[in-house]
C-alpha cells in the first residue's frame, strides 16, 4: 500500500490525491464484504440488521470501485474519488466496530484501509472538496441532453416548482406538452415505434441524464413524469404483443397517452406476491376489482400499469399474477369517479403529503371495472406473467429514482453553497469556516460519486446486465440524499425552515426517495442481500 501520511501529518496539511492507495484501501473492504458474503449464505430473518447493513455497505463499496477508473481522468476526479471512497471505508468501520463477530469478521479486518481513511476522511482534506466540480465526460450528444433538459427545467420547471409544492396543485398542461415535445416520452420506446431508443447504451444514459436534470428542478413536476411511461415501456418491451407495441408505443412517445402504475395495494406494499386485487374474465375482456394504493399521476393520466390476480388460488402467489393497461378518463384535483359503459365504477382519492407534490398519490377503487382483452399485456401468453413483466420494469425504475436523487441533491448542494457564500455569521461567510466547508465537501463527493456510477449501471443494462446494481445505487443515493438535503437545510439554519426557501422543499421531496420504486428495507433484504448470499454460495 502507498504510504499516505500519519493521521497527525494528515491533519496538519491536507493530502493530494492517491489511486494507488485508494484501490489498496478499497481491497482492504471489498475482501472484508466479499467474507461477510460468504458468512451471511443461508442467514434469514433473524439476521435482518446485519443483512441491511452488509446491503448497504456492499453497494457504497462497489460505487467505490467504479470510481478508481473514472479517477484517473483528472485531478477534480482524483480527489472527489479519494473523498468519497475515504467516507464509504469509514462508514463501513462504523457498522463493524465492536460487531465483527455477527459479520464473521476479525477485529481489525479494515486495518489495512486506516492510514488512508485518516488521511482522505480528515476534515481538512474533505473541506478541500467543497466547490470542486469535475467535468461529466459525456460526449457531445449526451452533452446536448444535460443541457437541453437542463434549460427546459430551469426555464419552465422552476418556476412553477414552488406554486405547485406550495399549494399541490396539479402539474401545469404547459410542462406535460414542453415535455413531450423534448421527446422524453420516447426515451425508452423503441424508434421503429415512433421513440428515440436505438437499442444502444445512450438509451438508458439518455434517460439518466435527462432525469437528473429535470429533478434538479423539481422532483414531483419535473424528473418523476419520465418514470410511468418509462416502467410501462419496459414492461411491454419485454412481454407485449406485437399489436400491443405498435398501439401503445407511439402514443406513449408522443405523450398522447399518459401512465400511472398502479401496484402497491393497502395492505401490501413491496410484498407483491400477495396482491388481492382481481380480474375476473368477461365477455370481451376482464373486471377489475378491489383497491390499489400509491398509484402517483392516476388522476391525470390516460391508463393504469395495473398488476392483478387472474387466478384465484391465492397458493399461487405471483404465478397467479398477470398485468394490464387500464384506460381511465384524465381527471383534474384529488379526486374523480367515474362509470364505464357495463357500469363499473372507477374512484380516487388523493393521498395528502408533506413532499412530493404536483403529480398527487391516489387510493383508487376499482368495482367491476372493465378492461379490454386486448390489454391483457402478452394477450393468452401473458396470464400468471404480470409480476415478471412489472419487475422487468421496475428494474429499470430503480435506476431512475437513484437520477433522480442525484438531481435533488445537485438542486440542495447548489442551494447550500450560494447561501453558504452570502450568509454572514460572526463577521464573516459561513462558507469561509471548516465545518461548513466540511459539509459541503462530503456533498460534493457523494453526488459525483452517484453520477458516475449511475453512468455505468444505466451502460450495464443497456447490455442487458445490472439488475443489482441498479438496486445497488437507488439503496445507496436514495438514503445519500437525505443527508445531503438536510445538511443543506441545515446550513440555510432558520430560512432552511421557510417554506420560501427551496431547499425547504428539496428536504421534503428527498424523503420519499427510499420509500418508493422498492422500500429501502425490502430492497436491501429481499433483493440486494438475497442476491449476495446467492453470489456467494
Known amino acids: 500500500m502507498t504510504t499516505t501520511g500519519t493521521t497527525a501529518e494528515a491533519t496538519a496539511a491536507p493530502a493530494e490525491p492517491d489511486l494507488t492507495a485508494a484501490a489498496d ?11 461477510a458474503c460468504a458468512h451471511a449464505v443461508g442467514m434469514g430473518d433473524d439476521h435482518q440488521c446485519f443483512l441491511y447493513d452488509l446491503a448497504h455497505t456492499a453497494s457504497a463499496l462497489r460505487i467505490c470501485d467504479s470510481l478508481l477508473d473514472w479517477g484517473a481522468l483528472g485531478d477534480a476526479e482524483a480527489r472527489l474519488a479519494c473523498g468519497f471512497i475515504a467516507d464509504a471505508l469509514g462508514e463501513f468501520h462504523a457498522r463493524l466496530f465492536a460487531r465483527e463477530a455477527q459479520w464473521g469478521l476479525e477485529p481489525g479486518a479494515l486495518d489495512a484501509a486506516r492510514d488512508f481513511v485518516a488521511a482522505y476522511r480528515d476534515p481538512a482534506y474533505v473541506a478541500t472538496l467543497a466547490g470542486l466540480d469535475a467535468p461529466s465526460h459525456l460526449d457531445e450528444d449526451f452533452e446536448l441532453v444535460a443541457e437541453t433538459f437542463r434549460r427546459f427545467g430551469e426555464d419552465k420547471i422552476a418556476p412553477a416548482a414552488e406554486h405547485i409544492h406550495r399549494g399541490d396543485t396539479d402539474i401545469p398542461e404547459d410542462i406535460i406538452g414542453g415535455l413531450a415535445e423534448l421527446g422524453c416520452f420516447g426515451l425508452s420506446v423503441p424508434e421503429e415505434y415512433g421513440g428515440f431508443a436505438s437499442g ?19 422532483l414531483g413536476a419535473g424528473g418523476s413524469l419520465i418514470t410511468r411511461p418509462e416502467i410501462l415501456t419496459r414492461a411491454l418491451e419485454r412481454g407485449g404483443t406485437e399489436e400491443q407495441k405498435k398501439h401503445w408505443f407511439p402514443q406513449i412517445a408522443t405523450g398522447e397517452t399518459m401512465v400511472a402504475v398502479a401496484v402497491t395495494e393497502p395492505d401490501y406494499g413491496s410484498d407483491v406476491a400477495n396482491l388481492v386485487v382481481s380480474a375476473s374474465p368477461t365477455e370481451g375482456g376482464w373486471l377489475i376489482s378491489g383497491t390499489k394504493t400509491w398509484c402517483t399521476f392516476a388522476g391525470r393520466a390516460d391508463v393504469l400499469m395495473l398488476l392483478a390476480r387472474t387466478d384465484p388460488d391465492r397458493r399461487k402467489a405471483h404465478r397467479g399474477l398477470s398485468l394490464f393497461i387500464v384506460p381511465k378518463p384524465q381527471a383534474e384535483g384529488h379526486s374523480f369517479q367515474f362509470t364505464d359503459e357495463q357500469g363499473g365504477t372507477i374512484e380516487g382519492r388523493a393521498i395528502a403529503t408533506l413532499g412530493y407534490r404536483g403529480m398527487h398519490s391516489f387510493e383508487i377503487a376499482f368495482d367491476d371495472w372493465f378492461v379490454p382483452a386486448e390489454n391483457l399485456i402478452g394477450g393468452d401468453d401473458g396470464i400468471g406473467q404480470g409480476f415478471y413483466l412489472q419487475m422487468a420494469g421496475f428494474e429499470n425504475g430503480r435506476l431512475q429514482t437513484a437520477a433522480r436523487a442525484v438531481g435533488v441533491m445537485q438542486a440542495a448542494y447548489d442551494e447550500a453553497r450560494a447561501y453558504a457564500d452570502e450568509r454572514k455569521v460572526f463577521g464573516q461567510p459561513i462558507a469561509e469556516y471548516q465545518l461548513t466547508q466540511a459539509k459541503l465537501g462530503r456533498m460534493a463527493a457523494i453526488i459525483a460519486a452517484a453520477r458516475q456510477y449511475s453512468y455505468e449501471v444505466a451502460r450495464m443494462m443497456a447490455r442487458g446486465e445490472g439488475a443489482l446494481e441498479a438496486s445497488m445505487i437507488k439503496a445507496y443515493v436514495c438514503k445519500a440524499a437525505e443527508w445531503v438535503t438536510r445538511e443543506a437545510q441545515q446550513l440555510h439554519g432558520g430560512f432552511g425552515f421557510a417554506e420560501e426557501y427551496t431547499v425547504s422543499r428539496l428536504f421534503v421531496d428527498a424523503r420519499v426517495l427510499s420509500i418508493f420504486e422498492g422500500a429501502d428495507e425490502t430492497l436491501c433484504l429481499k433483493v440486494i442481500a438475497r442476491r449476495l448470499q446467492t453470489q456467494s454460495a
Open 25 to 35: 484501501a478499497l481491497a482492504a473492504g471489498t475482501d472484508a464484504v466479499d467474507r
Open 200 to 218: 444502444s447504451e445512450s438509451d438508458y444514459l439518455g434517460m439518466v441524464i435527462a432525469t437528473e436534470e429535470l429533478s434538479r428542478a423539481s
